[in-house]
């Protein structure tokens, strides 16, 4: 089986990529399975800067080909926080719970109409030997009062789904990776993806 790493440390990311990628044949390892990977400081001011970053860094580090996600909640009321922000919006303790509750308190009062949201995916595909590839992804829902819901992980409670009637958190896995950031970059990445590997292999 065809194998890519992703180079993230988070849980639910870690998930995502597993379902969508075996559906395209290839297993996925992740930094939980890197005992001695290093923090990548997200410094960048855009998704795709931080992408970048870890991508980059972790690609040198492992002297492999690696995908990097930088991801976050754009809240157009809030003049596009928590942003790059998104991880360690409540502080570096990085709790969905306090982020989520963050969002909630700043928003309080703040009409149905007036609470449209995107989640925003940069993937960023780093290698030792190829010039980095980027490619994005978003997907548009609404702030809810209250969150609802416990699948997904980050903010999917209080991401309000109109198409679906649901929050991110109320889908199954299944239904979030048809219609997610996360599935839309990736897809952007698809036919990149296969060039990108054909050129590793000929190295
Ligand atoms: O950097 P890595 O190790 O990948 O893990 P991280 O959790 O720090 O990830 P980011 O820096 O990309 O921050 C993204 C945050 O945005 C939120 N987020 C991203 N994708 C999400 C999704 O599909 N559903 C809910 N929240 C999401 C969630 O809170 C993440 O912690
Ligand atoms: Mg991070």
Redesign the pocket.
Known sequence: MKTVI?????K??AK?FESLFSAKGYEVKT?LDVPDAPD?E?TGTT?EE??IL?AEAIAHQLGHFVI??????IVDALEGR?G?Y????AGEA?S?EA?TEKVLRELEGVPKEARTAR?Y?ALALASPNQETITVSGTMEGLITEQPSGTN?????PI?FVEEQGKT?AELTKEE?NQI???ANALRALDEKLDLFLKREEGM
């Open positions: 992703i180079a993230t440390k988070n639910g990311k995502e930094l990548v997200e998704f931080n992408a870890k990097a996600d930088d991801s976050g909640l928590p790059v998104s991880a360690r919006y990085k969905d982020n989640f995916c997904g992980f980050g903010y999917d991401f991110n979030k997610s950031h996360r």
